[in-house]
């Protein structure tokens, strides 16, 4: 231990007191020993530091800082330089406001395209998601403080993430779920790592020892800090035991008094403590902000850089008849609220409040482009408005081109819930099918940070998908509009022509208590193509000004190497995807997995021999019968694309195994081995998964428990709390009805799916663990002998506070 000669001076309370927050945000500081206290800020596409009242769902207001585009959005570049880049001023921003650590980046996996924080994370390919995590967090830790990769692991869904238990066999756990905080790990060094909230395989991750000891610590090395999510913890000792060194937020000292009794009586031994006091003690130790560092960051050179990043990662889509980019004189309607308003940012923890927005209006006031008008056309919020609707169609038809911003309003995309449907709003839809009766030289520009259905796309001869672009997204669109910039990004995520094709669309967001990923490896890309399936936009597509050859492709057992050729006369950025599929039919698997990729800077006409190395995932899976990664001694195909339906060029490479067994039965597994996954059986994904599929509907008969979530008390005993849960109800349903999405939503995410555990986890000891037996005996019908418990002990916390009080004062 690095730190024993200070953790031998500090008495059981005091190292104790590390293993927790001291209030919504910082950590314990120890000032006889000089052991100071952390920040930690959300995080992760701006820095949220709250200034005045906290919370953690976005609520109250922040320090201002930049608002950088979202990892969705930034994934589309495929420029890991970038993401680097864009965590150096993450970080720079992060030491002038004095944040130790930053919570961000976020690397969930995009399971499902309803997911509400998919805005926030990066792909549905764990290779491609890894590789610009571990960018963000070396450029963000350049500046000395911490990077906090988070939600380790399995967290793809909001509904019910306190309490869902992610069902999941071994392999897609480690090839999908797993990998991108492997090389987030590796590659990026990050000094923190948070736990999710939701259950894995029928234990919080938070506690479980395979992902936290066997893979995170023993298998990757990982020697930095575990963090739980806000509220997250469960079993405060069960957490210490996995390795977990900080509860966030505070619980009064209630959870470190739980450490000191069991050190006391035995039941945990103290060194195990004090291996984690060491590692907190490191943190502490390597993140502190030197009192020299600049307290403020040149906004505007900032801004910048959010301009720069947004610039590579929008996404051209569509480009028919080259109507983009928009020729000079062409006369220009902009309708759509989001032309004004733009949506640029999701909502929830990583809320950042920007120091500069800029909007399309004032860049096309200062460009070469000739504006006739603006309408907003629709309601944001999704009603229709018959006026606003026929006040954009007179606009339209007195322009040469529409320009139509469209997308998804703040409340649909949020930390804490999902989507319904991956639909525009039908009002939106309703103004194009009108503005293309009267002008169907229709540009759309879509503003949101996850997949939508895109049914009306033969009705658009354009469509730039800005995603969600940060502050300063307008000016890069506005750019990209004009032709100024070449559009370079590529998607990171597929497009499917509707939701119902989505692999995990019977199995998304589960039942009550669990949610069974029974698609396992089939995930995106690996699914459509594998069960050769027509999707609208394939991973990896995206359109440019510009055309590029690929030539002479060279494979070896080190890499591959090709020529690429700007073909067009304008220069232009090309990203190259390398995909690898075995042969062989011994084991089930993808037909092709993204293993590579970069993006080519070519000037016009130039030629760029481009390598691809190989690396130590490029051929391995994961056999659960060696409970090893090996590789399969078969033939490989090697590709080269454009997109993942794009292959440009090809070849096969032999490569050795590791002489495993097969882990499978084949018969066992037919839908698995015809890559058909979306629906597979009980019985096979039983068979795969080596146990049987736990009960996913909550027992009803019996009491509720400290796990148990407010929305379970429908069928509480106590009629008071079934009463409640009817207020809960109706006030969520008035609030949708009268058109307050976005109150409506904080309701479902705070209140409702919120296990009971968390009202004492989240209160900061106004409510404690005995007094919250007190509420769940008045929930469980026993409601006089409820309150008289819950009383007495607040009554006793008064008095025990009342004595702290007077004891500090006693010299
Ligand atoms: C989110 C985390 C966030 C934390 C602190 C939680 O609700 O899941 O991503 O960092 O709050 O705001």
């Not at 948070?194 to 894995?200: I, K, R, T």
């Not at 889509?317 to 902009?334: D, S």
């Amino acid at each position: 231990m690095k730190y024993i000669t200070l953790i031998e001076q500090m008495t059981l309370e005091e190292k104790a007191s590390l293993m927790s927050g001291k209030d919504f945000w910082t950590t314990q500081s120890i000032e006889r020993l000089g052991i100071r206290s952390l920040y930690l800020a959300d995080g992760p596409h701006g820095i949220r530091r709250q200034a005045a009242a906290a919370d953690h769902l976005g609520l109250n207001a922040s320090i201002q800082a930049t608002c950088y585009p979202t990892a969705a959005t930034v994934a589309n570049s495929w420029n890991v330089e970038l993401g680097e880049r864009i965590g150096e001023y993450l970080g720079a921003e992060a030491a002038s406001q004095q944040v130790n650590v930053l919570l961000g980046p976020g690397i969930n996996m995009k399971r499902n395209p309803l997911c509400g924080r998919n805005f926030e994370y990066f792909s549905e390919d764990p290779y491609l998601a890894g590789k610009m995590a571990a960018a963000y967090i070396r450029g963000i830790q350049s500046h000395g403080i911490s990077a906090c990769v988070k939600h380790f692991a399995v967290n793809n869904q909001e509904e019910r993430r306190m309490s869902i238990d992610t069902i999941v066999d071994e392999r897609a756990l480690r090839e999908i779920y797993l990998t991108a905080f492997e090389i987030a790990v590796q590659e990026g060094e990050p000094k923190t790592l948070m736990s999710s909230y939701n259950l894995l395989n029928g234990s919080y991750t938070n506690e479980n020892i395979h992902i936290m000891k066997d893979i995170l610590r023993d298998e990757w090395g990982y020697k930095g800090v575990l963090v739980t999510d806000w509220g997250g913890s469960n079993d405060r000792l069960a957490g210490l035991l996995a390795g977990n060194e900080l509860e966030m937020p505070t619980t009064a000292g209630e959870t470190n008094a739980e450490i000191i009794r069991a050190i006391q009586s035995g039941e945990i031994v103290e060194e195990g403590l004090d291996e984690c006091v060491d590692r907190m003690l490191e943190l502490i130790f390597t993140t502190e902000i030197t009192a020299g560092s600049p307290r403020e960051f040149a906004v505007e050179k900032h801004h910048k850089v959010a301009q720069w990043a947004a610039e590579e990662s929008v996404v051209l889509l569509k480009n028919e008849g080259n109507i983009l980019p928009l020729r000079k004189g062409v006369k220009l309607a902009v309708i759509g609220d989001f032309a004004k308003n733009p949506r640029y940012q999701g909502a929830g923890s990583s809320i950042v409040n920007p120091t500069i927005i800029n909007n399309i209006l004032d860049y096309l006031d200062q460009s070469d482009l000739t504006s006739i008008g603006y309408e907003p056309g629709f309601e944001r919020q999704g009603k229709n408005n018959k006026k606003k609707l026929n006040r954009a169609c007179a606009l339209a038809q007195k322009a040469d081109v529409v320009l139509l911003y469209m997308g998804l309003d703040e409340a649909y995309e949020t930390e804490g819930l999902d989507r319904r449907s991956i639909e525009i709003p039908g009002n939106q839809i309703n103004l194009l099918h009108a503005l293309y009766k009267v002008n169907s030289n229709i540009v759309a520009v879509l503003a949101c940070g996850s997949v939508v259905e895109i049914p009306w796309i033969h009705k658009i001869k354009g469509l730039i998908h800005g995603y969600l672009p940060g502050q300063a997204g307008a000016g890069a669109i506005g750019r990209i509009l004009t032709g100024e910039v070449n559009p370079s990004g590529k998607l990171a995520e597929t497009y499917p022509l509707c939701y119902e094709d989505t692999p995990s669309y019977h199995h998304f967001p589960g039942k009550e208590v669990s949610v069974e990923y029974r698609e396992s490896i089939y995930m995106g890309y690996r699914y459509y193509d594998t069960a050769i399936k027509n999707v609208l936009f394939p991973f990896g597509y995206g359109l440019s000004y510009t055309q590029y050859e690929y030539s002479n492709l060279e494979v070896s057992s080190k890499g591959v190497t090709f020529e690429l050729t700007n073909t067009g006369d304008i220069p232009g950025m090309e990203i190259v995807q390398l995909y690898v599929g075995c042969k062989s039919q011994e084991i089930f698997r993808a037909v092709k997995e993204l293993k590579g990729f970069a993006k080519v800077r070519l000037a016009a006409g130039e030629t760029r021999k481009v390598t691809l190395p190989f690396d130590d995932k490029t051929f391995r899976y994961f056999n659960v019968k060696t409970n090893k990664w090996e590789i399969e001694a078969a033939d490989y195909e090697i590709s080269i694309g454009a997109s993942s339906a794009d292959i440009r060029l090809a070849d096969t490479l032999f490569v050795e195994g590791t002489g495993a067994p097969p882990p499978y039965d084949k018969d066992m597994l037919p839908a698995y081995y015809s890559g058909k996954a979306n629906n597979v059986s009980s019985t096979e994904f039983e068979y795969l998964l080596g146990y049987k599929i736990p009960v996913s509907k909550w027992d009803r008969s019996q009491p509720l428990g400290y796990n148990d979530t407010i929305a379970q008390c429908q069928y509480a005993k106590g009629r008071s709390a079934r009463f409640v849960y009817h207020l809960i109800a109706f006030v969520h349903w008035f609030l949708i009805k009268t058109g307050k999405r976005s109150t409506a939503n904080l309701i479902m995410m705070s209140i409702y799916h919120m296990p009971f555990r968390g009202v004492a986890r989240m209160t900061g000891g106004i409510v404690n663990m005995p007094m919250l037996d007190g509420i769940l005996m008045m929930v469980n019908g026993h409601f006089f002998r409820g309150l008289s418990h819950v009383l007495k002990e607040k009554s006793r916390m008064v008095s025990i506070a009342q004595k702290n009080h007077i004891d500090r004062k006693i010299p």
